[in-house]
């Protein structure tokens, strides 16, 4: 399964083109060139409390310090028009640019006030309750680099900067079908030993948080003639043509010899549990994924394969997630050569969290991955696991489901 993935990564590349959108709709796009600050954030000093300015040079060296109070004052988007001489103090509030003459401001709270002057309670180092101009962002800073995934904080903070478009790569044209004449659509009778589509539905809303467009094909007959034309019609208008079902090498398996009859097979059948009958390849310009037909290998080999590749082709940086290390609570025993990806979810033990093994690990008992809280990744090489043994855990939050 590792070389695999590494393979994969080595591989894929961006293959779509770009764009420039609005701000407001760029949020979920992946950003195609690094973001540079065009200026500092904030630009000017400005006063972080409702308070008095003045300069900290000002002030008593014991004792409490009477400062005149100057005319006027300094407001969020009203700046004094004067300077502070030495000596006085302004009156300021929260956000407002830091008069000229004055290094340091003393909150309401720290000061005596009357009719011309305020009286320091104590003595304030300068630049107290003074923001910096260009403390958050420099002018000419690296922001974000291309690549990112935008989020609705990335969006606050390119508005931050005044920028009203942000250029993104374009949304990735994904093809996506279920393969199988068992398969009944949702909402329908079924058929003596027919299934709903379930997977079909789980990858349409895993698609959702990606940067691309799904065009929805159906259900496609268990027929040689019907799968090489639908996808070979997918692939004509497609990036990414994405099955389920199919993947193996049965009698009514078609979805690989199809793309082995029109293109290229990258590989096929991964040492993975579940999961094994998971394809690659290329036909046309597009780029082929061919997922199990169990709804249970269909997500995992979509949240460790499928997902990572097609936000790589969107231009995204590759989705690896974040691992974990954390105690089994279970005991597993298991032949070498193969990973396992086992559901799992976490408890609070004395000394931490533990991942506990949900007990049904049919790759068909999809309800198995809605009881779990992510997956407990076990290396080829591992043969049997221990309550307490470390074991990494993938949160199903890290592979894009919440």
Not at 175 to 181: E, I, T, V
Not at 356 to 367: A, D, K, P, V
Request: proline share 6%.
């Amino acid at each position: 399964m590792a070389a695999a993935l590494d393979r994969l990564r080595q591989r894929m590349r961006p293959i779509v083109g770009t764009e420039t959108v609005p701000l407001g709709e760029a949020v979920g796009r992946v950003l195609a060139a690094p973001l540079i600050s065009p200026r500092p954030v904030p630009a000017f000093d400005n006063a972080a409390v409702d308070g008095f300015a003045f300069a900290a040079a000002s002030q008593s060296a014991d004792g409490p310090t009477r400062l005149a109070l100057a005319p006027g004052r300094a407001a969020a988007g009203h700046p004094a028009t004067t300077a502070v001489p030495p000596g006085q103090a302004m009156q300021v509030l929260t956000g407002a640019v830091i008069p000229a003459g004055c290094d340091t401001v003393a909150m309401n709270e720290e000061v005596v006030v009357d009719a011309d002057s305020v009286t320091l309670s104590g003595h304030l180092r300068a630049g107290s309750n003074r923001r910096l101009a260009g403390e958050d962002v420099g002018c000419g800073q690296s922001l974000f680099a291309s690549g990112l995934v935008l989020q609705p904080l990335h969006i606050g903070v390119a508005a931050e900067l005044g920028l009203a478009e942000l250029s993104v790569f374009r949304r990735l044209r994904v093809a996506l079908l279920s393969s199988g004449d068992e398969l009944t659509e949702p909402g329908q009778s079924l058929t003596a030993g027919g299934i709903y589509d379930a997977n079909r539905y789980m990858l349409q809303a895993l698609l959702r948080r990606l940067p691309v467009t799904v065009d929805d094909f159906g259900i496609l007959a268990d027929s040689a003639e019907a799968v090489e034309a639908a996808i070979l019609g997918a692939a004509a208008s497609h990036d990414v043509v994405l099955t389920s079902g199919g993947a193996s090498r049965g009698l009514e398996d078609h979805v690989v010899r199809t793309v082995e009859r029109h293109g290229r097979l990258e590989f096929w059948q991964i040492a993975m549990k579940p999961g094994r009958p998971l394809a690659f390849g290329r036909l046309c310009d597009a780029v082929t994924i061919g997922l199990p037909g169990n709804p249970v290998a269909a997500a995992v080999c979509f949240l460790r394969f499928a997902r990572p590749v097609i936000a790589r082709l969107a231009g995204a940086a590759w989705l690896e997630p974040r691992a974990f290390i954390v105690p089994a609570a279970f005991t597993l025993d298991k032949k070498a050569g193969r990973t396992e990806l086992l559901r799992a979810c976490l408890r609070q033990a004395a000394e931490g969290p533990e991942a506990l093994l949900i007990r049904r690990q049919g790759s068909g008992i999809l309800t198995s991955l809605t009881d779990a809280d992510g997956l407990v990744e076990v290396a080829p090489a591992t043969t049997s696991i221990r309550p307490g043994d470390p074991v990494r855990f993938l949160s199903f939050a890290e592979l894009g489901c919440c």
